[in-house]
């Protein structure tokens, strides 16, 4: 794949480059392409999470925080033991 990188993003990368934050201008985008990807994900993720609050599918903060509360309780009690 060629890509034509506006003036200001192909300076930007060889910059990092020139910083040694990456070892090459390809490793500098498949970084914010690795990053892009995550960032949809995400969005899909909330997405999704936006459905299921439409659809009334949702836990309150009492039943959240009692299981982590609980959770918690357990792993120190585990490493209490340990």
Partial sequence: M??????????FVKG???QGRYSSEEDAIVEGIKL??????????IQKGVKQLDAGKYYDEETVFGEINAEIDKVEAQQQGS
């Fill in 2 to 11: 060629n890509l034509n990188l506006p003036s200001e993003v192909n300076d």
């Fill in 36 to 45: 892009l990807m995550g960032r949809e994900q995400l969005r899909g993720e």
């Fill in 16 to 18: 990092l480059v020139a």
